[in-house]
T-cell receptor, first 112, second 109 residues
Framework: SQTIHQWPATLVQPVGSPLSLECTVEGTSNPNLYWYRQAAGRGLQLLFYSVGIGQISSEVPQNLSASRPQDRQFILSSKKLLLSDSGFYLC???????????FGQGTRLTVV | KNEVEQSPQNLTAQEGEFITINCSYSVGISALHWLQQHPGGGIVSLFMLSSGKKKHGRLIATINIQEKHSSLHITASHPRDSAVYICAVRSHSNYQLIWGAGTKLIIKP
């Protein structure tokens, strides 16, 4: 069966420090992968999506970047965190052939 | 105007009440998702609909493709149903999910 792992669940980082959030998928191949962010009191916003290794599309300009070094691994990074980067980050995957979508448990990031 | 609109934004009800949350969208879709997000942030997929109606326990989801509208109903609501309920649609034109802003539901005992 397919599963998605996202870690860590919570993270407190100082302003200016780097960030690396990792998401891995099991039980499927060549998934579409997504990173979303939910700022406090707001809806989910698509940050990045990827249809294959090394293929990253960005939806909004920001202080973040994403990479897909392996087929089932999606990483969200920042070189220097800003206070405004605080929020809830969610990884998801879908099979491009069907319409189901699967979600990680999310990471609550607090930048202090 | 957002492509996915949910109403109401906030809903407080007494235990046992019948709850309805609405979702309207303006794009052509291949599927619509209802999701539940608890205070800790974790998201659970409740339903995926492309037509008709689905039922799981006390939860019922309906969709009217012609009217571009979906509803999520909760029967015999309970305080543990308190959460944010999110509607998301998958656009026909690409594989991306378009999210509603969510409905914050509080069920009082």
């Amino acid at each position: 069966s397919q599963t998605i792992h996202q870690w860590p669940a919570t993270l407190v980082q100082p302003v200016g420090s780097p960030l690396s959030l990792e998401c891995t998928v099991e039980g499927t191949s060549n998934p579409n992968l997504y990173w979303y962010r939910q700022a406090a009191g707001r809806g989910l916003q698509l940050l990045f999506y990827s249809v294959g290794i090394g293929q990253i599309s960005s939806e909004v300009p920001q202080n973040l970047s994403a990479s897909r070094p392996q087929d089932r691994q999606f990483i969200l990074s920042s070189k220097k965190l800003l206070l405004s980067d605080s929020g809830f980050y969610l990884c998801a995957w879908s099979d491009g052939q069907v319409t189901e979508a699967f979600f990680g448990q999310g990471t609550r990031l607090t930048v202090v | 105007k957002n492509e996915v609109e949910q109403s109401p934004q906030n809903l407080t009800a007494q235990e046992g009440e019948f709850i309805t949350i609405n979702c309207s969208y303006s794009v052509g879709i291949s599927a619509l998702h209802w999701l539940q997000q608890h205070p800790g942030g974790g998201i659970v997929s409740l339903f995926m609909l492309s037509s008709g109606k689905k039922k799981h326990g006390r939860l019922i989801a309906t969709i009217n493709i012609q009217e571009k509208h979906s509803s999520l109903h909760i029967t015999a609501s309970h305080p543990r149903d308190s959460a944010v309920y999110i509607c998301a649609v998958r656009s026909h034109s690409n594989y991306q999910l378009i999210w509603g802003a969510g409905t914050k539901l509080i069920i009082k005992p």
